[in-house]
Nanobody, 126 residues
Framework: QVQVVESGGRLVQTGGSLRLSCTASGLDTDDYAMAWFRQAPGKEREGVSCISRNGHIYYEDSVEGRFTISRDNAKKMLYLQMDSLKPEDTAIHYC????????????????????WGQGTQVTVSS
């Protein structure tokens, strides 16, 4: 059984930093692309960033230059370093395991991911 668990979310002030972590069990994560999504209250879930098996990365425009995605295949971990946080970054952040090894140009489509965590809340106060 595949389990995906996120951690690291909390309340932080504008301009602050957070590091989210995601661990997965029950599959070899190094065979798959992995991604972060987020969902703010009243809004649809949106892609934040995706990292391919080979390290190729996509970012959503609003986080480019502020967030850094990384993975440690040996530890089956995915990370999201979030700097210069803004109130509009407030959302539940989800880790997702892709259906294949590569983040395609349509990486932000939810249907491209087979496994999801329960999410971790990030709240940025103004």
């Amino acid at each position: 059984q595949v389990q995906v668990v996120e951690s690291g979310g909390r309340l932080v002030q504008t301009g602050g930093s957070l590091r989210l972590s995601c661990t997965a069990s029950g599959l070899d994560t190094d065979d798959y692309a992995m991604a972060w999504f987020r969902q703010a209250p009243g809004k649809e879930r949106e892609g934040v960033s995706c990292i391919s098996r080979n390290g190729h990365i996509y970012y959503e425009d609003s986080v480019e230059g502020r967030f850094t995605i990384s993975r440690d295949n040996a530890k089956k971990m995915l990370y999201l370093q979030m700097d210069s946080l803004k109130p509009e970054d407030t959302a539940i952040h989800y880790c997702a395991i892709g259906s294949g090894p590569i983040c395609s140009p349509s990486w932000n489509h939810l249907a491209r991911y087979n496994y999801w965590g329960q999410g971790t809340q990030v709240t940025v106060s103004s």
